[in-house]
């Protein structure tokens, strides 16, 4: 069985493979992912392609980490711009919470985001190509190829707005 990753473990992977450094001033996301480590670990019922999935998918998510800070760092009037004030959509699973979230953001003065954009945030560098939302479809093609009966639980569009999508 392969040992429980170490937040440092990842955050080496993830500035191998984006050549960034700075995972910003607040330290609360490194204990969220340590204890989502110790969780996953010391659940019984975990096995080893959970384990290779939170591992493969932690690594994603501080990758993307790395990427929103650069963009800001690149891009400081990004800070600066003003958006509406956030309401928060919070319910148990199963409670209608995903379809509330989707009715309000029919709303034409409501600010949603799409899955594509919670899946890779950081617009590619001026002159490239912007390949986000063919990404985005490809993951959620796999997803529903792999999990045949999470499209009957929780319906996910590539271009609509989705509320559950992790991040660090």
Same mark, same amino acid.
């Given at each position: 069985?392969?040992?429980?990753?170490?937040?440092?473990?990842?955050?080496?992977?993830?500035?191998?493979?984006?050549? @960034?450094?700075?995972?910003?001033?607040?330290?609360?996301?490194?204990?969220?992912?340590?204890? +989502?480590?110790?969780?996953? +670990?010391? %659940?019984?019922?975990?096995? %080893?392609?959970?384990?290779?999935?939170?591992? /493969?998918?932690? *690594? $994603?998510?501080?990758?993307?980490?790395?990427?929103?800070?650069?963009?800001?760092? #690149? +891009?400081?009037?990004?800070?600066?711009?003003?958006?509406?004030s956030p309401i928060f959509v919070v319910g148990l699973p199963r409670t209608g919470s995903t379809f509330l979230h989707q009715c309000l953001a029919q709303d034409?003065?409501?600010? *949603?985001?799409?899955?594509?954009?919670?899946?890779?945030?950081?617009?590619? $560098?001026?002159?490239? /190509?912007?390949?986000? @939302?063919?990404?985005a479809i490809a993951k959620l093609n796999e997803l529903k190829l792999s999990i045949p009966i999470l #499209?009957?639980? %929780?319906? *996910? #569009?590539?271009?609509?707005?989705? #509320?559950? +999508?992790?991040?660090?």
């Open positions: 069985m392969r040992k429980k990753p170490t937040v440092d473990e990842i955050c080496k992977e993830a500035q191998k493979q984006t050549g @960034l450094s700075c995972f910003g001033d607040n330290p609360i996301w490194r204990g969220c992912l340590e204890s +989502y480590f110790d969780d996953l +670990y010391e %659940h019984k019922d975990s096995n %080893h392609l959970s384990r290779f999935i939170v591992r /493969k998918e932690s *690594t $994603k998510r501080v990758v993307q980490r790395l990427r929103v800070l650069n963009a800001f760092k #690149e +891009y400081p009037q990004a800070l600066e711009l003003e958006l509406p034409s003065k409501a600010m *949603t985001v799409p899955f594509w954009q919670w899946f890779d945030p950081v617009p590619p $560098k001026e002159g490239e /190509k912007d390949e986000r @939302l063919q990404k #499209e009957s639980i %929780h319906l *996910t #569009e590539a271009e609509e707005a989705d #509320e559950c +999508y992790q991040g660090w």
